[in-house]
């Protein structure tokens, strides 16, 4: 078994033939400079990150029911059966108008109609293509059609998402 360990290299400056040792022990100017140089990076770095965000709930039921209402449509009886429980489960416990989720419903039959299926080869048979639903309907909701009635839906349910809230 070989065992691979970590070594630390420091790097040293050197100013007219001479090495002034690793620069974390010196406080020279060029030493501090560098290291005051890797500190405000690292602080900039750490505050002027993007946080991750949660979306909020009428974002995740409204592109949840695009991505079910896609599996819907899929030939796999698996997916269908799971896009029918994803997309109910979301209507049960969803805010406003139900014609607002159908919008959503109607773009991706529509999308799907017109934008053919993700294929991807298979190493034992590279030859033959077989297609891949899932990853397909997973970026249904990036599709400018999709998501177009995606942000109108949101625009128009956000209402009663925040009366459900309070």
Known sequence: MTTIRPTLHLQTFERRGRSFGPCYRRKSPPCATASFTLFAAV?????????????????RDVEGYAVATCLLKQQEPFLKDQGA????????????DIEDFRSVADAVDADIAKKPMAMARRESDPMHAAPVPVPYCAEIIDDPSVRAAIDKAIKKLTPAYRRAKK
Do not use: E, K, T
């Not at 602080?43 to 974002?59: C, D, F, I, K």
């Not at 429980?85 to 406003?96: E, F, M, N, P, Y």
């Open 43 to 59: 602080v900039w770095l750490g505050l002027s990150g993007h946080p991750a965000y949660a979306r909020s709930n009428v974002q």
């Open 85 to 96: 429980l994803w997309a109910d489960g979301i209507v049960q416990r969803s805010h406003g």
